[in-house]
């Protein structure tokens, strides 16, 4: 049986073609033409679908060494394949970043600009103004997460004349934040942050972490924007925490279970806005995938190394 | 009869007791306790009501010296009072510079990640993602007016990582604009810019300028925001390039008449989100203005003249 290569993302056909030049000993296969039998076979994935799961753990992933995913959090693969040795995953942190601060700052400019809220009086034709239109310039930003992303929404908060807080897990110092701590403190103190902002991956280290607790302890009735896991978020806190006006709004486009059901209270509080998982998407995803996969699969052929992105098993991201 | 200044604009009790301290040899006066008989004798107005043409026209303004007034443009004057050699005017150029900036980038966001979308979305509990979220980078911006206005959003543009195009008078170099081209060039040539923002003032060398012709020489479906002025634009023009996909959608601001006429079509056309002129809404607003008119009347108490903001009788900004 030949080595099987598998391509499950959006890939263009030049890619594919070069994929194949490249590895020439396998087999390159698009997930659309995968039989059950195949599973074992591959060795290569480039690109997670939820279904592989099952069809992994069924069928078997003996030959399996390398998963190329096509997101930055990898929680939603099976841990008995994240706990592998014999496996290596890679992600795509980093292209990420620009979509979702750029859509941070949408939220945050909607809500500071009442741009929504014209929307909807648009509807009935009604001229009526504001009188408390804010400016970002000043104001406090603390980023929960103060890698890839957190930097770039760091970067552009400066650049709007903002304070900004980092929060890593040591605390060291991050470029354009002004002042970085590390996530117990983060979490433990109080602060007179105007918008709290989290991008943390998903692990047992950020489970729960943002709960009435937490929320109790803003004395300045910040924005809550949640594009990191939905796991961080105790749902009815959240909820308790903009009925109790410890938060005045919040921005959510990741949640504990996606789609979000359509029975959930988030869907229809006056003070959330909903996306649908979609901060994160790139306009030009397959140029900005393949430039990761294949300066991986070139390291990977030549002298098996995964020089970008390789995922650590111990910290899960 | 004693001098008179008359305050017509948002001011803090503290800011009225330091002006009535500064001018002493004046009667300071709010408009509310304004009588028809005390529009002859003002000579310094700070702030300025629409209602105060027809009085001052009526009543007559053979003292007025000085109108500060609290916005930018001061077209809205009667022409008679602003051709007067013996009034001069200020205005409040700059400090609306961040809150447009961030109002035009909070449009464009919205419409490069579909936000208002989500939102009527969300009315249903319908979690559909898009699939062609766009990214600012790379994107072309164009902005016509290259004042202070102007050079702040090229500044943020840059921060967002844009290629950006001034558009002035003279076409001369100005600070965060990787180009800069006369208005007469501009409006006739064709561009492939991705976002075409107007904040000239109105004058008559603005009147009309953004008309189908103009709209039609756009070859990359360009987003067109206005929060310049309302004069600027031929209505049924913007809306026939809408219409016929020269242009992809229209953020409006600013309108020949204001409010909006509830029957206006730009209210109920799908790719025009209308606001009701709040783009340069200041959040400090009594704060800012008062700075500028506190240096103003510093200077003109001292040696009559007028440092910030003088308008130009001959360019009307």
Do not use: C
Request: charged residues 20%; glycine residues 4%; hydrophobic residues 40%.
């Amino acid at each position: 049986m030949s080595k099987l290569l598998a391509i499950a993302t959006t890939i263009k056909d030049w890619q594919v073609a070069e994929i194949s030049a490249l590895a020439e000993e396998y087999t390159v296969r698009l997930a659309s033409d995968l039989t059950d039998e195949d599973f074992p076979n591959i060795e290569i994935l480039y690109g997670w679908k939820n279904e592989f799961a099952d069809q992994f753990l069924t069928q078997g992933y003996d030959s399996l060494r390398w998963i190329q995913v096509q997101f930055a959090g990898v929680n939603q693969l099976p841990s008995e394949i994240l706990s592998d040795d014999n496996i290596r995953i890679t992600n795509m942190s980093g292209i990420h970043a620009i979509p979702i601060t750029e859509t941070v700052f949408g939220y945050i400019l909607n809500q500071y600009r009442h741009l929504l809220l014209y929307k909807t009086r648009q509807a009935s034709s009604t001229w009526q103004a504001e009188a408390n239109h804010r400016s970002l310039t000043d104001k406090k930003i603390i980023v929960f997460g103060a890698g890839n992303i957190g930097r770039e929404i760091a970067r552009l908060a400066k650049a709007f004349g903002m304070v900004t807080i980092g929060v890593n897990t040591s605390g060291r110092a991050v470029e354009y934040f002004d002042t970085t701590v590390d996530t117990d403190t983060a979490l433990a103190e109080s602060t007179d942050a105007d918008i709290i902002v989290n991008v943390l991956p998903a692990t047992d280290a950020t489970n729960n972490i943002f709960s009435l607790d937490f929320f109790s302890r803003q004395t300045a009735q910040p924005i809550f924007i949640n594009v990191g896991r939905g796991n961080a978020v105790v749902d009815e806190d959240l909820i308790a925490a903009l009925d109790q006006e410890f938060l005045s709004y919040a921005a959510l486009d990741v949640f504990d279970v996606e789609p979000l059901a359509s029975d959930h209270p988030f869907w229809q509080h006056e003070k959330i806005d909903v996306t649908p998982h979609m901060t994160g998407q790139v306009e030009h995803f397959a140029d900005e995938t393949y430039k990761i996969f294949h300066a991986n699969i070139t390291d990977y052929l030549a002298k098996n190394e995964l020089p970008v992105n390789l995922v650590s098993k111990e910290k899960g991201y």
